[in-house]
């Protein structure tokens, strides 16, 4: 999402003023300007559902997440044709150091700096109009949210949390992944801090955040754990894979809100798919959604790499009988396919492609979202019991 075009002007003319800068090291962030976590207004947050306490250090929540984030520039406007720097915030290694934090206070004080930064969205179509979440990714307007809620939409209308209502624009939504983007004719706004959800362990605190359905004044929160990572979730013949699974309720009218980790850094985008009685909440990778939200700004939708095989779990009798943890049998290849031009056939165990770990036919799902059609990759598989590697060139999902 950062394009350098811009970078490089000439060196002639009079320098640029000193906060004219489009990136700060972050020790310079301690006071913070209009677009960053901490220049909001304090507000009371409310805390629902709150069933633990934080069992690790709330990393920089007083000084506001934005300490843990380096401004970084982006180009470009989605449709009036400008081009023109904005901001976006990515997590880095925080430099100031702060007190440990772990009761209920803490939580209220990071939930405060985020509100700003989650909207409420009031969604119609052919059914009606139905409220969702979002949060706000870019200063000039742009906003993540949930695909489900959004896709087919007539109107959505954009309401942040000082009160303004805008029009929004749909970007684009990929269902696979439920990731959404949103785009309102807005400047200056308070963003999130984009965390990484690369290394999420289970049992890391949580935090979800969204608009209660009938708006409220504030965004509502709730709190708990990650409670797994690459969860499959099943609803209605659809299927989403890779997910964050997490103990803290996510209520419907919040699905599309950020779920983030301790240091207030969005590490996932919330889903409602399992519904309000499910155990456990779900959200988007945020890496996941960073990847997806890319393609639909350049082209308005996802090219999703292709195999062409029908595939199934390995169980766990053929892993152990295989001496393996998992895999995918494979039980039929498309005529002409990448696989079968790579040499796979019915009855190959695939265990890895790429860079890649597979043991589900899930797994083998999240793997191939690492690549493009085009790309050559490996894919090792066995074959009566022997190791085999096949080089296969992805090809474009029909």
Request: glycine share 12%; proline share 6%.
């Amino acid at each position: 999402m950062d394009d350098d075009a811009d970078d490089d002007g000439a060196a002639s003319g009079p320098p640029l003023p000193p906060d004219d800068r489009l990136w700060r090291h972050p020790s310079e962030l301690t006071t913070w300007g209009p677009g960053t976590i901490a220049a909001s207004a304090p507000r009371a947050t409310e805390v629902i559902g709150q069933r633990v306490v934080w069992p690790i250090a709330v990393a920089a929540s007083l000084v506001g997440a934005a300490v843990c984030g380096g401004a970084l520039a982006v180009t470009g406007a989605l449709s009036s044709g400008r081009t023109e720097a904005v901001v976006e915030k990515v997590a880095v290694t925080p430099i100031v150091s702060t007190p440990m934090l772990d009761d209920e206070r803490s939580v209220a004080a990071l939930a405060e700096k985020l509100g700003p930064a989650v909207v409420h969205l009031m969604v119609s179509g052919e059914a009606g109009t139905a409220p969702a979440s979002g949060v706000v990714v870019r200063d000039d307007g742009l906003v993540f949210t949930s695909a489900h809620e959004v896709a087919g939409a007539t109107s959505i209308t954009v309401v942040l949390a000082d009160g303004r209502r805008l029009d929004g624009e749909l970007v684009g939504a990929d269902l696979p992944t439920d990731v959404a983007v949103v785009a309102i004719d807005a400047d200056h706004l308070t963003v999130a801090v984009l965390g990484s959800s690369a290394d999420l362990a289970v049992g890391s605190p949580a935090m979800a955040l969204g608009w209660p359905s009938d708006g409220g004044d504030q965004p509502s929160v709730t709190t708990g754990v990650v409670s797994a990572v690459e969860h499959r979730l099943d609803v209605n013949g659809e299927s989403l894979h890779g997910l964050i699974e997490t103990d803290a309720p996510i209520e419907s009218a919040w699905s599309g809100g950020p779920l983030v980790d301790a240091s207030g850094a969005v590490i996932g985008i919330t889903t409602d798919l399992a519904g309000e009685d499910a155990a456990f909440g779900f959200a988007t990778p945020i890496d996941l959604v960073r990847r997806v939200a890319a393609e639909l700004i350049e082209s308005g939708h996802v090219a999703r790499g292709w195999l062409g095989i029908a595939g199934a779990d390995l169980t766990m009798a053929e892993a152990e009988q295989l001496g393996m943890s998992g895999g995918v049998t494979v039980r039929s290849v498309m005529g002409g396919s990448p696989a079968e031009r790579g040499g796979l056939v019915a009855g190959d165990v695939i265990t890895e492609v790429g860079d890649h770990a597979v043991t589900s036919s899930s797994g083998l799902v999240v793997a191939m979202r690492h690549h493009k059609p085009g790309d050559e990759v490996a894919v090792v598989y066995w074959r009566d019991g022997q190791r085999r590697e096949a080089t296969v060139t992805i090809g474009q999902q029909p």
